[in-house]
């Protein structure tokens, strides 16, 4: 079928209240992962807190949807997911509760989708960072969030899981047993409350219980990870060596991480923790190095260097929830005006996206996504999702991202506007 004539996913159909005999089953379905990993939930200032609330979660690994499904039976939820999630299974999604999203992009539907919701009675669920955390820290959170809570005037709860990330890391999702792992859900803000709080001060209160370190966390437990390949796609996110600055040369094997270029390498301990085989230990805590990365790619945008690119791709594209559509093959850009994607389809058509750096926050990327086409882009508009996949070794989707966020926050410090941590 012709790929540019597609259905599009309705995104305006109302919300569907979870049916009564789907929520035992989701409940039932969630139950087996949480006690495995004996994930202990404490509750704070939740006393007679009752539906409709707004939840608001952090996001490391699937296990989060299924802690808070424990945490919130037996009431009914409307959730918000990536239209990815819906490929297959759509009305299955739709009638436990799910609200369908196209990640980074600004969604007045949705907005109006979450009141219904909450006009029904039900909790809103929603993972603001919209994407799982690339190295078990918190990710950039929208500034819109503050104004949605104080407009909602229902209590705002947030869920902060500990332990997900390191029991299945985004960058290998090999489960690691980890447990027991914890999660905090806390009453942050009441309706009267939220009625005195400006904006502002929402926004900083949720930044400030957004904050979480998986590797910190792991590390002032003791908890151990055993697993023989727990350094295995680590380079995905580590992908600048600190010792010769080189990029895209690192890769690791069993619990070695290593770069290709200069030959230095590290262990990966059973504590998560790096130490250099020769040498002085750059980094010892992933997030580090991590930062370090960020750092450095904000040099390159402050002096209008970035770029990467221009690669070759292919493309998918998903309009609605049947199934990806291969648009072809093209070529991506990104650099410091943002992304700019096009080629050809099967038929010699053009097609082509831009998203200029200004209007897009963050980005969504995927390692090994589906375990066959490699790395990719998530890019988005309002009436498509395109999972670009670029071709070769010189690229890191991992140094894509940063730039994203770092490059509309230079464009906002350009247009005067106050860059406040953690909100984009």
Not at 34 to 48: A, F, L, P, S, W
Not at 69 to 91: H, L, Q
Not at 182 to 200: G, I, N, Q
Request: charged letters at 25%.
């Amino acid at each position: 079928m012709d790929a540019f004539n597609f259905k599009r996913f309705d995104m305006t159909k109302p919300p569907v209240r979870t049916k009564w005999y789907l929520r035992p089953l989701t409940y039932i379905l969630s139950a087996p992962d949480v006690r495995k990993h004996k994930t202990q939930i404490t509750k704070t200032r939740m006393e007679g807190i009752k539906p409709p609330y707004i939840l608001l979660c952090n996001h490391n690994s699937f296990l989060d949807f299924k802690v808070a499904t424990k945490a919130i039976f037996p009431s009914r939820a409307n959730y918000v997911v990536a239209i990815d999630g819906f490929i297959g299974r759509e009305k299955l999604l739709r009638n436990v509760g799910c609200i369908c999203k196209r990640k980074f992009t600004n969604d007045i539907v949705l907005v109006k989708q979450l009141h219904r919701t909450l006009k029904n009675g039900d909790i809103a669920v929603i993972y603001p960072e919209a994407r799982y955390s690339l190295c078990g820290t918190t990710a950039v959170l929208p500034e819109s969030l503050g104004k949605l809570c104080k407009v909602m005037k229902v209590p705002v709860v947030t869920l902060i899981c500990h332990g997900n990330h390191v029991t299945s890391p985004f960058w290998n999702l090999a489960e690691r047993g980890i447990k027991p792992t914890e999660a905090e859900m806390t009453c942050l803000y009441t309706p009267e409350e939220l009625k005195e709080a400006t904006v502002d001060e929402i926004n900083r209160k949720l930044v400030e219980t957004f904050q979480y370190d998986d590797y910190a966390w792991q590390k002032e437990r003791g908890l151990k990870t055993t697993y023989e390949k727990r350094a295995e796609g680590l380079q995905k996110v580590l992908y600048q060596c600190p010792a010769c600055r080189t990029e895209y040369r690192m890769n690791t094997e069993g619990t070695r991480l290593f770069c290709e270029a200069c030959g230095k390498g590290w262990q990966l301990s059973e504590l998560n923790e790096l130490s250099a085989e020769n040498g002085k230990t750059e980094f010892s805590h992933i997030p580090d190095w991590y930062e370090w990365e960020r750092a450095n790619v904000r040099e390159e945008i402050e002096r209008g260097t970035y770029s990467t690119g221009p690669l070759s791709v292919h493309v998918d594209s998903l309009p609605n929830a049947k199934k990806y559509v291969r648009l072809g093959e093209g070529t991506m850009i990104h650099d410091m005006d943002g992304f700019r994607v096009f080629g050809t389809d099967e038929q010699d058509r053009p097609f082509s996206m831009t998203i200029e750096a200004p209007t897009q926050y963050s980005v969504h990327i995927e390692y090994e996504y589906l375990g066959k086409y490699g790395d990719c882009v998530d890019l988005n508009t309002l009436q498509d999702t395109w999972y670009v996949y670029p071709h070769g070794k010189d690229f890191a989707v991992t140094k894509m991202a940063l730039a994203t966020e770092e490059l509309y926050q230079k464009y906002k410090r350009d247009a005067g506007e106050p860059c406040k941590p953690g909100l984009a």
